[in-house]
């Protein structure tokens, strides 16, 4: 869908601010461009919509030269979302969003009833802000907004800069996480810089991690939190990137442990051969839990089972297990299977999550699948 072709950008003064750049993002994919303050993102982006034009190489957009293109027409088809937002001071919120549409010739009436829909979309009610002037909303809100208006002409490729930079970080996580939602269901070729690893490897369907106007290593996230190509890779991810990791690596049904498993309607064994077991009903849903102690009075399982709190469904993140065992206090969270039915698969113990971690850290750099990991050979 955009594809860079050995692309240099040299300012008049000399600098190099890019430096024989290729790279190609698919459609509907979501790259994340990350890397320090002045290593040629910005200028990266502009030259997809033609703010600054390359001094070397050519830019294709659904295999067509941009060079070819007339930029006006060019920039209807790409959305920009930047940090300083730039909303009409004057305008309403609804007036904001509907600007685009309605300066492209759709009627005024059809504008606004679109650009609500928008707002909606990106979390806002019109109903409640459509009215505002962007002064008389917050940081977030008026993200949201700049959002809601670059799509407002349906553009297929969107340009992000930093769009998420300004707000405090908590605002800042609900944000990306109503965007990802909001791009699983529209589906753009996105371009998204941010100078936060964080925000990369949770946006990014790859991230490119840029050093001095080149890009080192473009990658799933996964993979370049487990295998940084370069030693100034490693070191930009940062040494806490087994922990980064965590929100990225999903569980699989091969992390899991199988416990002892008893049915609400069996007979109460008098031992269950383990401390605890898990419940299941008769379709092999997960009930809840029994522990040895309580089994040991007698009685029947339904008796004696009690709800299970701790639970996910496979697919998860590393990271929402740990903190479903942090938050329920548990020593092993159960795990389902991710459709409605939800039939019990097996529990994650913490030593299974550290494995699990280790295990896709190793699948990585062999570029194996995790299951093939033999933990016993890998070091450390
Ligand atoms: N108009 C310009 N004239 C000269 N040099 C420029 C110009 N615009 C940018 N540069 C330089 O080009 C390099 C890349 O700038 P660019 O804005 O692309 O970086 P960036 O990675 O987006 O940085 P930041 O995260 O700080 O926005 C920098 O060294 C910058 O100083």
Redesign the pocket.
Do not use: F, Q
């Given at each position: 869908m955009i594809r860079f072709e050995r692309v240099t950008k040299r300012?008049?003064?000399g600098?190099t601010?890019?430096d024989d750049l290729s790279f190609e993002v698919a459609e509907g994919e979501l790259v994340t461009l990350v890397?320090?303050?002045?290593?040629?993102?910005?200028?990266?982006m502009k030259m997809v919509n033609r703010l600054i034009e390359p001094t070397e190489g050519r830019i294709f957009l659904d295999g067509r030269d941009i060079a070819d293109a007339d930029p006006v027409e060019l920039r209807r088809r790409i959305g920009y979302v930047i940090q300083q937002v730039g909303l009409f001071p004057h305008k309403t919120v609804l007036e904001n969003t509907a600007t685009v549409p309605h300066l492209l010739g759709v009627k005024r009436a059809t504008a606004r009833a679109r650009a609500a829909e928008l707002l909606a979309l990106v979390g806002l009610d019109p109903s409640v802000h459509g009215d505002r002037y962007p002064e008389q909303l917050s940081g977030g809100q008026r993200q949201r907004v700049g959002v809601a208006r670059a799509l407002a002409a349906d553009p297929p490729v969107l340009l992000m800069d930093?769009p998420f930079g300004a707000v405090d970080p908590v605002v800042r996580e609900h944000l990306q996480n109503e965007f990802l939602k909001l791009q699983s269901e529209v589906r753009k070729t996105v371009l998204f810089?941010t100078?936060d690893i964080e925000e990369a490897v949770r946006l990014g369907d790859r991230i490119a991690v840029?050093g001095q106007?080149r890009i080192e290593q473009f990658d799933a996230p996964a993979t370049v939190l487990g295998a940084p190509a370069t030693p100034y890779v490693a070191d930009f991810v940062g040494a806490d990137r087994g922990l980064k990791r965590l929100s990225v690596t999903p569980v699989e049904a091969g992390d899991l442990e199988q416990p002892p498993v008893v049915h609400l309607d069996d007979a109460l064994p008098r031992d269950l051969g383990s401390r605890w077991a898990v419940v299941l009903d008769g379709e092999d849903n997960l009930h809840g839990w029994i522990s040895a102690e309580s089994a040991a009075r007698g009685g029947t399982v339904r008796e004696h089972a009690r709800r299970m709190e701790a639970w996910l469904p496979v697919g998860a993140s590393l990271k929402q297990a740990f903190a479903t065992m942090l938050q329920h206090d548990a020593g092993w969270i159960a795990v389902v299977d991710a459709d409605e039915r939800g039939r019990f698969l097996g529990v994650l113990t913490p030593a299974r999550l550290h494995e699990a971690l280790r295990r896709s850290i190793d699948a990585d750099a062999r570029d194996r699948p995790r299951a093939e990991v033999d933990l016993e050979t890998i070091g450390g």
């Open positions: 300012y008049a003064d600098t601010a890019v890397g320090p303050s002045g290593c040629g993102k910005t200028t990266t930093e810089v100078h840029y106007g």
